[in-house]
């Protein structure tokens, strides 16, 4: 799925070199209202709001070889634009359920989103032990 901010680029060029710049690989052309068009439609209305759309588009994902001074002023200033976005929440829950390997999304860098996919995994299987236990002692106080 396209970035919020790519998915609302008027420009077919400028989304497909956001794509390239994210990912490393030349995307296929897309027809005005391809690809783009279809991700700023109905399937992702949490898009509507998106405070990206208003500002620098480069702010979000890395150029190749950014140092990384440059890297952390950048996600800085791509946090203060989330830190202000009123579809913050929607934004991180889907780049944590895809999972989104780039590019701050939600107001996290994709190191962060590891980071709390892995806390997530860690407390489901705490989760599912706890009641693992909690079944294996309701059994035994029933037998
Ligand atoms: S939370 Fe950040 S990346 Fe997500 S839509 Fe808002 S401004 Fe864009």
């Known amino acids: 799925m396209l ?41 992702n209305p949490w ?23 440059a890297r952390l002023s950048r996600e800085e200033q791509a946090k203060r634009v989330c830190a202000r976005c009123p579809v913050l929440l929607e934004c991180r829950e889907h780049a944590l359920a895809q999972p989104e390997p780039y590019g701050v999304w939600g107001g996290l860098t994709a190191a962060e989103r590891r980071v709390v996919l892995a806390r997530r995994r860690r407390r489901d299987g705490e989760l599912i032990e706890a009641a693992r236990v909690t079944a294996a002692a309701r059994a035994r106080i029933a037998g």
């Open 47 to 69: 898009h509507t709001g998106a405070a990206c759309r208003r500002d620098e588009v480069g702010l979000f994902f890395a150029p190749s070889k950014e140092p990384t001074a």
């Open 3 to 43: 970035h919020p901010i790519e998915s609302r680029t008027t420009s077919p060029v400028a989304a497909a070199q956001l794509l390239e710049r994210r990912t490393g690989v030349r995307p296929q052309p897309q027809p005005p209202g391809g690809q783009a068009g279809a991700a700023a439609g109905e399937d």
